[in-house]
């Protein structure tokens, strides 16, 4: 009798949830039809995914992950004024998900670029030293590198054969991919073109100063690795010591869950742990 409830309960909400999404997904369809507008004006994620879409999946990893805490919650005999917080942090939690991924696939993205770009400026002061133009030679070193550079630098030169001037052009990839060395670079490759002369000696002193930062980018990781690890262990110590407890002596650990004094406990401590987490991360974040 008790799963045939459950099962009730669990299609009820799947029901209503269906229900909504579908509302909102069709009002997200119009939402998409009426955006329009280059490149420039969209951020990195929607190169993985657009918007509408990425809110879809938000919405439905919301419901899916409220749904499954709630079974949870139901068959462990959780108390109904416990259930309904919970639920709602689960959904909260899910919603987030999808970002954080597309998110890390942004910075993964970005990082393949920033690995490349001393390549690329040694590239082009080789080729201008050969006596070939800019443009040139970054068509010649986009050619040959790969992987995301290549990408960039093909939309650059697409720009560029229609039209657009090659610092605007360039500046529309600082734009797409933040970077403080290729604004040094853009910033050089402009003020050049603006009052002349010899760019290859520009691009000396650049190469020389980013490989300086990548150095000195190395040697803080190595140092803030430690703390980056602490930051980690502090976070999960809590939930690895309750569920190695529970294992040990489910009856007294079970208080913490289905008492109001336990769920303040766990409020407590998830509140404490995130701003304990939150400082770490800003200590060994050192900006170059």
Partial sequence: ?????????????????????????????????????????????????????????????AVVGALIMLCLLLVGGVTLWAVIPVVLLAGAAAFFLPRLYYQAKVKKRLDAFKSRLLDVVMGLNNGMRSGVALPQA???????????????????????????????????????????????????????????????????????????????????????????FESIVMACAPLMAFGILYLLDRQLMEPLVTTPLGWAAIGAVVLLESIGYVFIRKIVSVEI
């Fill in 138 to 228: 970054l068509e010649v070193v986009g050619r040959d590198i790969g992987g995301v550079m290549q990408e960039e630098i093909a939309m650059t030169l697409y720009e560029y054969r229609l039209g657009v001037d090659l610092t605007e052009a360039l500046e529309r990839l600082e734009k797409r991919m933040p970077d403080d060395n290729l604004r040094l670079f853009v910033t050089a490759v402009g003020i050049s073109q603006q009052t002349g002369g010899s760019l290859s000696d520009i691009l000396e002193k650049i190469i020389e100063t980013i490989r300086q930062r990548s150095i000195m980018e190395d040697k803080i990781n190595t140092l803030t690795a430690q703390g980056r």
């Fill in 1 to 61: 009798m008790k799963w045939l409830v459950l099962l009730m309960i669990f299609g009820s909400v799947s029901g209503i949830c269906f229900i909504l999404c579908r509302t909102l997904f069709s009002d997200l369809e119009h939402t998409a039809a009426e955006r329009s507008g280059s490149w420039d004006g969209r951020s990195q994620l929607e190169y993985f995914i657009s918007r509408p879409k990425l809110r879809k999946i938000q919405i439905c990893f």
